[in-house]
Structures are given as structure tokens and as C-alpha cells.
């Protein structure tokens, strides 16, 4: 391990601020499209660095993008700061303890990948000033990562079209180069429109669009044991026809959520699920329509930038946790099963090496398998666009599952605050050796574009489809 790096000081030395930035976006949890007090608070900072602004990115008034530099490479620097649905918690307790009933909570951590992603803008940005290097860095601040699919509609309208490498990163139970493994997936909202009737004194007269939705689902049950390996397909009633038995339910949607292993996959089970869908109308002479909600691709990895994160990661070795940051993680443990914890360490391929870690303590190599189950992320679609590389840095207890009051009790505490920083260090000494190698951002860009090559990029958003956005809550 090198002793100290320029742009690890860099890091140090704004880290309190963006440190600040995390807990205040960690004490305003806003979901996707509302994260209107999370941009301000990024947007604040960011001027306060001294960034030029981009408000209102892609037509979504809660992106936002810093750009610092001029000339040469532009590296993107991929930030996110949406929170989850009735996941409110108060920070540093270890048991089930809302702040809010029914309230949201950063059940992700993404107050935290928000702030670490502009901590490495900002220590970028002073190292090209301070050397006078040509080249620019630009903070992407990213809303509705968590099922809005943002990025998405950024790739479309072009945002990334002159950027030449992208660096992001994740909250993690371990510390490695990410796995470039996702699903590609899509939401899609379907709605039948049947006939309302007296359900007793007149039933033959209506026709049941809840029956036609409950048939799609019976339909889809079926299809599964007939779907490629780590295919999936979710779904969630958004209107079951009303709470009055003696309607026949005259309308009713569906929300669908279809994942696979890549976008040609995706598109092929999307036509297999809407073939069901028009079934389900036929056998209920309903009329059946489809919207598409989000949707969102594969990601495509990076072996060139890969390494060189590797290399940057192992240069600054595991995370130093104190026995308080362990002591506190052993709390969480306990609320945690064996499962849970085994979890944690096949997705980043290792063995189990202590039963009693509480916090990772080592660096995983490049190359071990993933034998975790995978999720969906827009980040997928930035990789189609232009070349990528991912981080998993250690922000809580090995065994902690994402998405839990668990994840939000570890948003504030210092473990999570050393993971972010060094997060940061990570993505900002990856970005330095990317700029002071432009043989690395030629082999990076080839890769990319024999991938590309093989596997045209199709955007999962259908033409004409824009952002659910939400409109902003009076203060």
C-alpha cells in the first residue's frame, strides 16, 4: 500500500463537507422524481466548488450536472441520491425504530453513493487545476435510480455523447470491482376496461377486468417454468377494480415487472408476457392496453477499466474499521440470520473466512465469481453509451440486505461514512490514472465498441416515452 497519494488529499481534504452533504440528504428521504431538497443540497454544493451547472437535466427538474476543466477526455462521475418507500429508520439504532411511520428511508444508501461520487468530482477537479491538465470531469446527479430509470433518459437525449469513461460505485457488505452483471428490465402498466354490472342481479351483463388481470398473472405462472435461467417477472396491482364486491370491476392494471439477462432476452419475453395480456382480454372480452413505465438494460463490463480500479483499490488496501464500527456491526448482525451473512460473501465469491466479521476486512480479487442473485440498475444504460466500471465499497455489516430498515440504521453512521470516503478515493484515483493514460481510454473504447459490434444498443424506452415526474410538494 502506497502512503498517500495526491488525490487521496484531495479527497481528505473536502471530505467533511461532502460528509455534511450525505447526512442532510440522508435526513430528507425522497423517492423517484421528487428528490427535489436532495439536488438542491448537491446542487449547493457543487456551486460552492466551484462546478459549472447544469440544472434540469434531460427535461428532469431534479438532475443535475457539475462540469469542471476544459479540453481533453470528459470523465463522468455517476451519482445518485433517491431514497426508498416505507423504509424510515433512525440512524445508529439496531432494531426496528421509524422516525416516521410509513415514512421513506435511504434503504440503498444512495445518500451516501451521491455524496462520494461528488467528493471524487471535486478531488478531480482540484488536481486538474492544480496540474494544469486538459481534461474534464462532470458530476452526474442521478434521480429515480431506484425504478425511475433516469440514466435511461439521459442516455437517450444525449448527455453522455462526448464523455469518454464513466465511474460509479455502490454501498456494499464487501469491497471489490463490480461484477459487471445486472438484468436488463422493463415495467410495463397493464390496463383492461371491461363492462360494469350488479354482480348478483345482473353478473352476465359484465365483464371483469379484475378476472382479465388474474388471468394474466395465471398466464405468467404458467410461462415460468418455461423462461431462460435468471429470467424474472414481478408484478404489483396498482388498481384491482375498487373495494365494492357487488361491481363487476369494470377497470383494472397490473404493473409488470420483466427482467433478463440482456436486452435481446429482455425484448423476447416482453412480446411472450404481452401475448398472455391480450389472452387474458380475449377470455374475459375486455380490452386490454400497455404503457411502458421504465425500463432499463444490461450492464456491459470493462475489463481495461476494471483492472485499472483494481489496481487503485489495492493500492489503498481494505477499509480501516475501529473495534466501535464492529461493535456496532455485530449489533446489526444479530438481527441478521446465517443466511444472510452467507449471502454477503458468495456475492463476491469468497468463502466465508470468519464467522465473527463483522466489517469486510480485505479487498476482493478481480477475477472470483459472483454467486449472489443479481438485480437491475440505469447504470446499465451509461455502459452501452460509453465505457464503464463500477465499485463495491463496504459501507455496513457483512451480511446486511439492501432494501431493509438495516441498510437506512448503517446511512449515518462512521463505518458508512469511512466506506464513502473511501468510495471516493477509489473513484478519483481511478479517474486521474484514465486521464494520464490515454492508451488506457483507446483499449477502453475499443472493447467497448467490439461489444457494441456484436450487440447493438436498443434503447428499452419506447420513442415518446418521458419521466414520471412528480410534481414539487408545496414547502
Request: some cysteine; hydrophobic content about 40%.
Amino acid at each position: 500500500m502506497q502512503n498517500t497519494d495526491v488525490i487521496w488529499e484531495n479527497v481528505d481534504r473536502h471530505k467533511s463537507d461532502l460528509i455534511g452533504l450525505s447526512d442532510r440528504v440522508f435526513d430528507i428521504p425522497e423517492t423517484l422524481y421528487n428528490e427535489y431538497k436532495s439536488v438542491a443540497e448537491h446542487t449547493a454544493i457543487l456551486k460552492e466548488k466551484g462546478f459549472r451547472i447544469t440544472e434540469n437535466a434531460a427535461g428532469i427538474p431534479t438532475a443535475v450536472l457539475g462540469e469542471a476543466g476544459d479540453e481533453g477526455p470528459v470523465i463522468a462521475i455517476l451519482g445518485e441520491f433517491d431514497a426508498l418507500p416505507y423504509l424510515s429508520q433512525e440512524p445508529g439504532v439496531a432494531e426496528p425504530s421509524p422516525i416516521e411511520a410509513g415514512g421513506n428511508g435511504h434503504g440503498c444508501g444512495h445518500n451516501l453513493l451521491g455524496a462520494a461520487a461528488l467528493l471524487a468530482a471535486t478531488a478531480v477537479k482540484d488536481w486538474l487545476d492544480e496540474a494544469g491538465i486538459k481534461a474534464r470531469v462532470r458530476y452526474y446527479g442521478c434521480p429515480a435510480e431506484e425504478g425511475g430509470a433516469a440514466k435511461v433518459y439521459m442516455v437517450r437525449d444525449g448527455l453522455f455523447d462526448d464523455v469518454d469513461i464513466a465511474i460509479s460505485w455502490h454501498p456494499s457488505t464487501f469491497t471489490a470491482v463490480n461484477r459487471a452483471v445486472s438484468l436488463a428490465n422493463t415495467r410495463i402498466d397493464f390496463t383492461f376496461h371491461g363492462k360494469a354490472a350488479h354482480a348478483a342481479a345482473a353478473p352476465e351483463l359484465g365483464r371483469s377486468a379484475l378476472d382479465a388481470v388474474e388471468l394474466m398473472n395465471v398466464g405468467i405462472n404458467y410461462m415460468r417454468e418455461h423462461m431462460p435461467d435468471g429470467a424474472r417477472v414481478h408484478y404489483a396491482y396498482l388498481d384491482a377494480g375498487g373495494a365494492a364486491p357487488n361491481v363487476v370491476p369494470h377497470k383494472a392494471t397490473v404493473r409488470q415487472l420483466v427482467r433478463a439477462k440482456d436486452l435481446p432476452e429482455l425484448r423476447s419475453l416482453v412480446e411472450r408476457v404481452k401475448k398472455i395480456a391480450e389472452g387474458a382480454a380475449l377470455m374475459t372480452e375486455t380490452r386490454m392496453e400497455s404503457k411502458v413505465y421504465s425500463g432499463v438494460s444490461n450492464l456491459v463490463g470493462n475489463r481495461a477499466l476494471e483492472e485499472a480500479m483494481q489496481t487503485e483499490m489495492d493500492r489503498l488496501g481494505p477499509i480501516a474499521f475501529d473495534d466501535a464500527d464492529r461493535a456496532f456491526a455485530h449489533e446489526i448482525q444479530k438481527t441478521l440470520t446465517k443466511d444472510d451473512i452467507a449471502v454477503s460473501f458468495r456475492r463476491c465469491g469468497m468463502p466465508p473466512p470468519d464467522e465473527g466479521m463483522a466489517l469486510c476486512d480485505f479487498v476482493a480479487p478481480l477475477d472470483l465469481p459472483n454467486g449472489g442473485g443479481n438485480g437491475s440498475t440505469d447504470v446499465g444504460d451509461v455502459s452501452w453509451a460509453v465505457p464503464t466500471v463500477q465499485a463495491r465499497i463496504t459501507t455496513c455489516a457483512v451480511g446486511t440486505v439492501f432494501h431493509t430498515w438495516q441498510t437506512v440504521a448503517q446511512g449515518k453512521v462512521p463505518a458508512a461514512h469511512k466506506g464513502m470516503v473511501y468510495a471516493a478515493k477509489v473513484m478519483a484515483a481511478t479517474a486521474k490514472r484514465v486521464i494520464e493514460d490515454p492508451a488506457l481510454i483507446a483499449n477502453a473504447k475499443a472493447q467497448h465498441a467490439a461489444y457494441l459490434a456484436k450487440t447493438p444498443y436498443v434503447c428499452p424506452l419506447p420513442e415518446g416515452v418521458r419521466p414520471p415526474l412528480v410534481a414539487r410538494a408545496a414547502e
